[in-house]
């Protein structure tokens, strides 16, 4: 099992910033890849970004530029680094671990609100 704990979401007028967090626990050497997703009301869950392992990264492309995703492999966490924030990045984030038999693990999730 792996238990992940995000921090850092909140309230931001648009262009502004936010970093996200996410502590992992447990069964870490099971985990292949980490990555953030977000789901706004009335939509599904989307990915934002993830990293592997090795440091490769993907985005989505709405968030391509703005936003980047790391890993310190040392203290099991990962980040998000969120910059110039539109309404559209409206949502409740959740961190996300894949891992060793296809498992995943979810977080309890962090609101980020962005106001115009």
């Known amino acids: 099992q792996v238990q992940l704990v995000e921090s850092g979401g909140g309230l931001v007028q648009a262009g502004g910033s936010l970093r996200l967090s996410c502590a992992a626990s447990?069964?870490?050497?099971?985990?292949?890849?980490m990555g953030w997703y977000r789901q706004a009301p009335g939509k599904q869950r989307e990915l934002v970004a993830a990293?592997?392992?090795?440091?490769?990264?993907n985005y989505a492309d709405s968030v391509k530029g703005r936003f980047t995703i790391s890993r310190d492999n040392a203290k099991n966490t990962m980040t998000l680094q969120m910059n110039s924030l539109k309404p559209e990045d409206t949502a409740v984030y959740y961190c996300?671990?894949?891992?060793?038999?296809?498992?995943?693990?979810w977080g309890q999730g962090t609101q980020v609100t962005v106001s115009s």
């Open positions: 996300n671990a894949y891992g060793l038999g296809h498992l995943n693990y």
């Open positions: 447990g069964s870490i050497f099971s985990i292949i890849a």
């Open positions: 990293i592997t392992n090795g440091g490769n990264t």
